[in-house]
């Protein structure tokens, strides 16, 4: 795999961990000590420091603490993490069959034992690093399911992280991810 699709699938890998759970220690260290991305790759750049700044200084149980009470709440989180409610047309719209359908269609399912659904964010991420690493699926490939799961949800969901009163290390997380997601549209609108 060259050095930009390892590059592209670790920050599909690093996105999915952070937002599957709250980072500990040793993950908020490791971003924190990450080398600096380099400036050719954009406005990703900005938001990568911002995020490793954030890192430095996170305490992990502040951490996860925000991360329960934005994400998972109690009743109704704040902030959902689920794709869909970002990316809904209409009522009668079965997106988790279709995502289901298209994950599926790729040799992919949910793990035995997991209860979230498919639409989650970090799963999402993970489905991307794997078709990026692990499959090395044809860029097309990707960029269908990109395109469709997403792009869609990316923009809103970032937003409401970063938007939300009650996020503080997650809004440099929300606005990295943005900026990861929007250089790859604009490097998959290129194909």
Known sequence: MNPEEAARAN?????????????????????ARA????????????????????????????????????????????????????????????????????????????????SEPEDHIAALCETMRHLIAEQKAELADQQRFFSRWIQPAAGPLCDAIAESEITHFYEPVARFAKSFFELELAAFEML
């Open 11 to 31: 920050f599909y890998a690093l996105l999915a961990r952070l937002f599957y759970a709250p980072p500990d220690a040793a993950l908020l260290q490791a971003i």
């Open 35 to 114: 080398d600096a991305i380099d400036a050719q790759e954009g406005g990703i750049a900005p938001a990568w420091r911002e995020l490793a700044r954030a890192a430095a200084g996170a305490d992990p149980d502040a951490v996860r603490e925000e991360y329960e009470t934005a994400f998972v709440g109690t009743g109704k989180a704040p902030v959902t993490l689920y794709a869909c409610a970002y990316c809904i047309r209409y009522t009668n719209e079965a997106p988790l069959a279709e995502l289901r359908a298209d994950l599926a269609a790729l040799g992919l399912g949910r793990r035995g034992g997991t």
